[in-house]
């Protein structure tokens, strides 16, 4: 009988030594913007992410995470949502979801790692099951370089549709300019309208205006024997004198 408890007792406590070392192991590749989740050394997980921009570059290293929480919000960047934080940093670093989807795969975020909602809420579920103190964050890369893939990238995806691209821009915050699209000039037929341009004419051509029609100026004068026209010619005014009056009408003139 005795030998049989101190059996029990040993496969109770090999089972919970055995949950006690499960260990989370998270690692974001800041170059490719991607985080593994590996359980016991077995990767579970792959997602993409976005971390800190160059100017809020998240740190690399290997951290220990140390806290949790649901629902968090950024008391430095106006209250901003940090659903499901897991923190990794005494300066406020964390991995938490982000409403802003649309921008994982680019670093755009103030320093922390982002992941899609759902995904970090997946994260967030592991990580207290298995425990906060067993769970290490480990990060590599350079925003820099991801900015430089994406350059690339998108540099060449563009050049197969068109001969010269515009590569993506990005603002100090390193987010992602919207592209201008290139404005393509009208082709219209040379109808002759010419407008002067400053300091005399030019070769500048542009379409009439609605319903204009080119009319010769009007021309005024008075028809001669050679049969062309000239400039109009007044004869002088003739002047009267106003005849004296005398009885019964006007004097002689």
Known sequence: ????????????????????????????????QQLTVAVDGVERYRWPVSTGNPSHETPNGNFQAFRMEADHYSKEFD????????????????????????????????????????????????VQKEGVLNTTVTLSGSSQVALARLKTKNGNAVARAEPAPAAPSYDAAGELLPSRP???????????????????????????PPGYRRVAPPQYGYYVDNDSYAEQIYAPRRYYQPRGWYEGGYSSY
């Open 79 to 126: 209250d901003a949502p940090m659903p499901h934080s897991i923190f990794f940093t005494k300066r406020g670093h964390a991995i938490h979801g982000t409403d802003a989807a649309g921008k994982l795969g680019v670093p755009v975020s103030h320093g922390c790692v982002r992941l899609s909602r759902d995904n970090a809420a997946t994260l967030f579920a592991l």
């Open 182 to 208: 290139r404005a393509v000039r009208p082709r219209v037929a040379d109808d002759g309208y010419i407008y002067p341009a400053e300091g005399g004419y030019d070769d500048r051509r542009y379409p009439a």
């Open 1 to 32: 009988m005795r030998s049989y408890l101190v059996s029990l007792t040993g496969l109770i406590l090999l089972a919970v030594s055995t949950t006690a070392e499960a260990k989370v192991a998270i690692t974001v590749d800041k170059d490719s």
